[in-house]
């Protein structure tokens, strides 16, 4: 289907016209996605409207973590069998369609990956794991006997590099093991004075006999790809930690190496001075926090971390900190002694807001904040000075106390990244608006001349540069190269379309990378309601 005018708008010769045209607010491509802990095995994503556009079933119990690759994949952590808070043991890696293709198990030799993964730009995932260690092997490395009950389960954190559909190398680890210290046991090769190595975890706090063993609780791993650095959230010691990834993994192992120097030991904490006995009960800052996240580049506060701080008083709030952080890179103590900052530069905090477990908080482009408050069954999205402009409680089809829930910013997902020239094919596309564009008409474009600067329309910005294939997808009707390239949304605002490749066709053209987007129209004013990101397709020989 086309629409004439539409047509003629897109036209070169209307450019100035369309920069004019009134602006229409972007909802698709904002979409959430989370998956429900223990009620279901499915992941979902829903729009603006809370409406479910697209579900990724599953034959395991969902884990508690779901991400989206760059690529449009979806990464998410799946329970294998043990029970433990936060159980996991294994990751999975989806494609669109549901087609499993990586399925990777830590949950054998003493070890169990839990809670958090963290998809990495290299194609790497971080995954945060207990590791066994005997009772004699605590106390021999001066755990208070009184703290010591049987396994204890210290936490440590692999790189896991795919290398096939079900297996994967560990290029990377770090273990809270070796970065220990204690005044307990003056016998022991760790034994100093906790408050003079804020650099190191005190083994003996808290001073408790933790459950299950655990020593540490992380429950969120983040990383911060412009500083190469890795963030985690200790819940048991009501801390955050950042420690550097630019080590070798003997690095990380010792007190020295890495961009810092410093090897494994922690570059930061924050949050509970009395960890490293330079503070009291009444210095505490978090509480059983979760999803401590740095934001992103391009968003408001990039560089700044976030956190879901649970059990704060009188009710859960979410923090945004600055990392004290100096003119060459490197984390540095207030003059009392203690890392800053002395408080958040942003909190949010209502009455109406309480999870004491579980939870998330991410920044968005746009600069509001997006929650999970999974006690409350609640997802919803504020703005800077705390309004609440977006939310739902999806129960309705298996919300349960969902983890976290995280921000989707694409719309449209392509099956393949590459096409044999020789061989040809089909590429699949799947175009997800969401339901308020229900009966709106959407056109699959292509360029072969990037993305950059692109072309205005009707206040938004066509992700593709002019040049004659633009011209041709835009104005060829019925082309053998496209199955529905043209049509109306459906009741969810989707579409799937087709680009078909003869064998031969684009032989001698082999690193050519296309380009494919998709606008939605709508009928009456001919005005775009929706444009998504672009799709690259690169050919190979």
């Known amino acids: 289907m086309r629409c004439p005018h539409f047509v003629s708008l897109l036209a070169p010769v209307a450019a100035a016209a369309l920069a004019a045209a009134p602006a229409f607010t972007q909802q698709a491509g904002v979409h959430r996605m989370y998956s429900p802990r223990l009620s279901s095995t499915t992941t979902y994503l829903v729009d603006q409207q809370g409406v479910e556009i697209h579900t990724w079933p599953s034959s395991f119990l969902a884990g508690v973590s779901v991400y989206m690759k760059d690529d449009g994949n979806l990464f998410r952590t799946i329970q294998t069998g043990y029970g433990g808070p936060g159980a996991g043991g294994g990751i999975q890696e989806l494609a669109f369609d549901g087609t499993v293709v990586w399925d990777f198990r830590y949950d054998t030799g003493g070890v169990h990956a839990h809670h958090d993964i963290e998809p990495m730009p290299n194609g790497n995932v971080l995954v945060i ?101 890795i963030v985690i959230s200790s819940a048991f010691q009501n801390e955050i930690w950042i420690i550097d990834h630019s080590t070798t993994t003997a690095e990380a192992a010792s007190h020295a190496g890495g961009a810092h120097g410093k090897g494994g030991d922690l570059l930061y904490r924050w949050g509970n001075p009395a960890a490293y006995r330079r503070g009291t009960p009444q210095d ?22 976030t956190i879901f701080n649970n059990q704060a008083l009188p009710t859960s709030e979410v ?33 109406e807001f309480s ?24 997802i919803f999205e504020v703005s800077p000075a705390g309004q609440v ?79 004659g294939y633009l011209t041709y997808t835009l104005s060829v009707r019925g082309s053998p190269l ?40 709508d009928p009456v004013t001919a005005f775009p309601t929706h444009v998504s990101f672009a799709e690259s397709l690169v050919f190979t020989p």
């Open 129 to 229: 794991a207990w590791e066994d260690r005997t009772a004699q092997e605590a106390l021999d490395a001066g755990m208070d006997p009184r703290f010591v009950s049987g396994l204890i389960q210290p936490d440590h954190i692999i790189e896991v590099k795919p290398t096939g559909p079900t297996t994967g190398d560990i290029v990377w680890e770090w273990h809270v093991w070796d970065h220990l210290i204690q005044d307990y046991d003056d016998t022991k090769q760790n034994y100093g004075v906790v408050q003079d190595h804020p650099e190191l975890i005190d083994i003996n706090y808290p001073p408790m006999v933790q459950p299950q063993g655990e020593l540490n609780h992380f429950n969120s791993v983040d990383y911060d790809e412009q500083r190469d650095l």
């Open 284 to 305: 505490q800052v978090l509480f059983f926090q979760h999803s401590a996240k740095v934001v992103p580049e391009r968003h408001p506060g990039a560089g700044n971390v």
């Open 319 to 351: 923090l945004e900190i600055v990392l004290p952080i100096n003119a060459q890179g490197r984390f540095f103590l207030l003059a009392t002694g203690v890392y800053g900052p002395p408080g958040p530069i942003w909190r949010y905090q209502s009455p």
């Open 355 to 378: 999870s004491s477990l579980m939870s998330s908080a991410e920044r968005l482009p746009n600069g509001n904040t997006l929650i999970c408050s999974s006690f409350e069954s609640r």
């Open 389 to 467: 402009v977006w939310e739902i409680t999806p129960g309705g089809f298996g919300f349960g106390f969902a983890f976290h829930s995280t921000y989707v910013r694409r719309s449209i997902w392509s099956d393949k990244k590459t096409l044999s020239t020789s061989a040809g094919g089909t590429v699949q596309y799947d175009l997800v608006a969401g339901s308020p564009f229900e009966d709106d008409i959407y056109l699959l474009l292509g360029t072969v001349s990037g993305t950059s600067p692109g072309i205005p329309f009707g206040g938004k910005k066509i992700p593709l540069n002019p040049d």
């Open 482 to 521: 496209f199955v529905a390239q043209g049509g109306v949304c459906d009741a969810v605002g989707s579409a799937t379309t087709q680009l078909v490749i003869p064998p031969g066709l684009f032989v001698g053209l082999e690193g050519l990378e296309m380009h494919h987007a998709f606008v939605v129209i």
